[in-house]
């Protein structure tokens, strides 16, 4: 009985998480120059843990040397996938990285890869 209760409380465990439940971490980054830019005033954006910053040209490499990205943030979810520059989502299990996908509303692409 006891092996028969096993088996069950097993199944019950490995088909109660359905594939749309799990998630994954990864690392996101658009495609292409267009998320590089300088700003109006002269300056580079960079994203910074999330939140686009507008800094001296002179600073751009003391920023990218702590792992911060050249180019705005801008984050943006779209049928369960996040698009944004240089940020760690998390995406439903189903997407295989690598892997690159279209923001339907922009056109932009962004590439998918395993979390930094």
């Known amino acids: 009985m006891k092996k028969v209760l096993f088996i069950v ?12 439940e799990c ?3 990864c690392y996101v980054v658009e495609v292409g120059s ?3 830019g300088i700003s109006t005033k002269g300056k ?6 999330g939140s686009t910053l507008e800094i001296e040209q002179s600073s751009l490499q003391e920023h990218l040397d702590h792992d911060d990205t050249e180019g705005k943030c ?3 979810s779209v049928g369960g996938l996040t698009y944004g520059n240089g940020i ?3 995406i439903a299990c189903k997407y295989d990285l690598p892997f690159i996908s279209t923001d339907p509303d922009t056109g932009k692409q962004y ?3 395993e979390s930094k």
């Not at 409380?9 to 749309?20: G, I, K, P, Q, R």
């Not at 580079?44 to 843990?49: G, L, M």
């Open 44 to 49: 580079v954006f960079v994203c910074h843990k």
């Open 34 to 36: 267009s998320a590089r």
């Open 23 to 25: 998630t994954q971490d």
């Open 9 to 20: 409380l097993v199944a019950l465990f490995t088909f109660s998480c359905a594939e749309d």
């Open 111 to 113: 590439l998918y890869t």
């Open 88 to 90: 760690n989502v998390e």
């Open 74 to 76: 801008e984050t943006l």
